[in-house]
């Protein structure tokens, strides 16, 4: 953790030592009674944690917070057709980590249907991976997250102005970096599931303005095209 992250009402009280927060306090970091951490609000400032005292049950724990506004994430939203739990947990930690606006995972054609009943998003689980991927990160902002809704719906929920782009490894013509539109703000890139869109899913990204384009000849992983294509949108942010 480079930055431990805390809702606010934690703040308040004692931060239990059974709190994965709290062992790595004590055993990473080594902290005793009088040192100072790293901190943040989700979705708020970070500034700076003091131990104050500690006993067998808890942490007592004060917070002096930056006054500085909080930048605005990026403005990029990625749709996913949802994956397997263990890849979907694998993208919400590296998405939050860099720092992309929204994540949707949706339901397509070739979805195994039971991914959206999982534990992961049935218990909750899923934001104790955004909080991971922010904390490595050193950000208190973590992206909006959607999953189980229908591709159809969540495209035609998308802000009209957006550009738009899908990857695609068998009808894409032109690479993701040719993309005219990738340093632009309002972007969403779209990533089928683990086999691929369908012809239908192709229809329905087309019809709704999305330009396929390809991230070279290799068949990647969902996680890894979901990093490399955030790459390169950050890239051509960069030299703009």
Known sequence: MNLILFALPETQIPLPRSDPRARHLTEVLHCEPGS?????????????????S????????????????IPAPEPL?????????????????EMSSLG???????????????????????????????????EQAFTTLLPEVTWGRALAEVIS?????????????????????????LAQPGLTVALGP?????????????????????????????ETAAIAAVAVVWAARRRM
């Open 157 to 181: 929920a998308l802000p009209a102005a957006d550009s738009r782009v899908a990857l695609d490894n068998y009808e894409a013509a032109n690479p993701l970096s040719a993309f005219p539109a």
């Open 77 to 93: 939203t990625l749709i996913v057709g949802l994956p397997r739990p263990q890849t979907a947990r694998d993208l919400l930690r």
């Open 36 to 52: 100072t951490f790293d901190a943040g609000l989700i979705g708020g400032t970070h500034g700076k944690g003091t131990l104050r």
């Open 194 to 222: 683990e086999r691929g869109w369908s012809a239908t899913d192709r229809t329905q990204l087309r019809a709704a303005g999305f330009t396929l384009a390809h991230l070279g000849t290799r068949v990647l992983r969902v």
């Open 100 to 134: 992309v606006a929204a994540l949707h995972f949706v339901a397509t054609e070739k979805t195994e249907p039971s991914y959206a009943s999982s534990k992961l998003w049935s218990t909750g689980e899923w934001q104790r991976h955004l909080i991971t991927g922010a």
């Open 54 to 69: 500690m006993d067998a049950a808890s942490l007592t724990l004060t917070f002096t917070w930056n006054p500085a506004p």
